[in-house]
């Protein structure tokens, strides 16, 4: 059910980014093949938080939990500095890799600029996610993907309404997901829940 709406969501995303024409719809193309260089890394942490939490959970150590993620965190820093540098001081030669034309380069750097907040926090997001999935919470998950989804979706109606760039209004609305997202993941996290269920 969360990767059909997320389908759905993407599918907005796409309509957004065609409505420019060609060059906002390469660029926000250039931007995604970005995107799914830096979803490794996040599928990375993921699956290391994922297995670790649950192998913990699964003996009832719920400091190792934690330590987990302190440990996490900290290698989560490398990744996230490299990104930003990338994305922040390479830029040009980042879209180079996947396009030539240097009118989509610059409008490409223009969406990367904001989409590089999203990109930059995608080990942390990732780590949350990992954490609520070990704990084997998944409605949790379900629950704050499809409201950030839906928190996406009226950005973007709204900012549309406000901005003429359909990039910049679709970087802002991905922030808005992300923000959305990870807050609810990590609100429960240092909510307890999670622990008070499993006991």
């Known amino acids: 059910m969360q990767e059909w709406f997320i389908g759905i969501v993407l599918l907005f995303e796409v309509k957004v980014s065609n409505e420019t024409g060609v060059e906002g719809s390469a660029s926000y193309g250039v931007v ?6 830096v979803w490794i890394v996040g599928t990375a942490f993921k699956t290391m938080i994922t297995v670790a939490v649950g192998q913990f959970v699964g003996k009832k150590k719920f400091d190792e939990t934690k330590e987990v993620v302190t440990n996490g965190l900290k290698l989560a ?5 490299i990104v930003g540098v990338l994305v922040y001081v390479f830029p ?3 879209c180079r890799i996947f396009i030539k034309n240097e009118i989509i380069i610059n409008s490409a750097i223009r969406f990367l600029r904001i989409m590089g907040i999203p990109f930059i926090v995608v080990p ?3 780590m949350a996610r990992g954490f609520i999935g ?6 949790i998950l379900l629950i704050s993907s499809i409201t950030a989804g839906i928190v996406e979706l009226s950005l973007m109606f709204i900012f549309k309404r406000f901005i003429t760039d359909n990039l910049i209004v679709l970087g802002c609305a991905i922030i808005g997901y992300m923000i959305f997202e990870t807050s ?3 609100i429960y996290y240092f909510s307890n829940k999670w622990k008070k269920s499993i006991i």
Not at 77 to 81: A, D, E, L, T
Not at 134 to 139: D, E, Y
């Open 92 to 94: 040009h030669q980042l």
């Open 134 to 139: 070990g704990t084997g919470h998944t409605k």
């Open 124 to 126: 942390l997001r990732s």
């Open 32 to 37: 995604g093949k970005l995107e799914q260089i």
């Open 184 to 186: 609810i993941n990590v």
């Open 77 to 81: 820093i490398f990744p996230m500095v």
